[in-house]
């Protein structure tokens, strides 16, 4: 089992940046897989995957956030990072950190993934 806390979130104009974090409770280098999924608040929308980093730093990115946003990791602090730049209206979300034990496939589905954390609210005005 694992814990997952979620932080750096806030409300921020369109253009800015933030890097939001995930501290794990305990170390990280047993996750094969790390991640970031977002939900919006709109009616039906469902957790998409933002972007995944593997133990070996190979990452994933939604075609979306290609350029914008860059996802890193620290074992040795057990924390997942996602920096965030140029930040758009498109953006505003509750982003959640995702881990499970083995590597990463090659799409984002929310499904493999069986610890997560409670979410931090990004919100982006125009």
Same mark, same amino acid.
Not at 47 to 57: C, K, Q, T
């Given at each position: 089992q694992v814990q997952l806390v979620e932080s750096g979130g806030g409300s921020v104009q369109a253009g800015g940046s933030l890097r939001l974090s995930c501290a794990a409770s305990r170390a990280t280098d047993g996750l094969g897989c790390m991640g970031w999924f977002r939900q919006r608040q709109a009616a039906g929308k469902e957790?998409? #995957?933002?972007?995944?980093?593997?133990?070996? #730093?190979r990452t994933r990115y939604a075609d979306s956030v290609k350029g914008r946003f860059t996802i890193s990791r620290d074992n040795t602090k057990r924390t997942l990072y996602l920096q965030i730049h140029r930040l758009e209206p498109e953006d505003t979300a509750m982003y959640y950190c995702a881990a499970r034990p083995r590597g990463c496939r090659e799409y984002m589905d929310a499904q493999d993934f069986g610890y997560w954390g409670q979410g931090t609210q990004v919100t982006v005005s125009s």
């Open positions: 957790r998409e #995957g933002v972007a995944l980093i593997d133990h070996y #730093g």
